[in-house]
């Protein structure tokens, strides 16, 4: 691994172990939805993707960034020798046990990876399991 690599690895695990989520409070003003003084809707009733305080996440909203770091933008990458379409896909692909659903599943992306849930009816919540190759994995595990 590179100095640069090694460098940068070790700068994200102190970020990632001194982070706090906060979820940013919404205020009702006259009716309208504000986030840090910030309106969530345009004119047409539409979400905003973001702003100089915070990005709205998701698909379905017309910014670029906002679609862009959405589970369910496509893109093409590896993970452990799969080639994966999603995150989405990968999301969903380790809801599966057997080896050969979850590699079909990490072939989607998209809302098309999101619906495959509905092909399991394993509720991976109930144990807190995850699969990967057949493997559980615990999800509030290190090995997660």
Known sequence: MTDK?????????????????????????????????????????????????????????????????????????????????SLEGFFQGIKFKNPDIQKYVFAYNGINAYYMKAASDYHWQDDGNLYWQGVPVKRDSADY
Not at 14 to 42: A, H, R, T
Not at 66 to 72: A, C, E, K, T, V
């Open 5 to 85: 690599i090694s460098t940068e690895l070790q700068k994200f695990k102190v970020f990632k172990q001194n982070f706090k989520f906060s979820q940013l409070p919404l205020e009702d003003i006259d009716g309208n939805l504000y986030c840090c003084g910030f309106p969530i809707y345009d004119d047409a009733h539409q979400l905003i993707g973001e702003c100089e305080k915070w990005i709205n996440i998701g698909i379905m909203i017309k910014s670029p960034l906002s679609r862009i770091l959405s589970n369910l933008f496509p893109y093409d990458f590896e993970f452990r020798g799969f080639q994966l379409k």
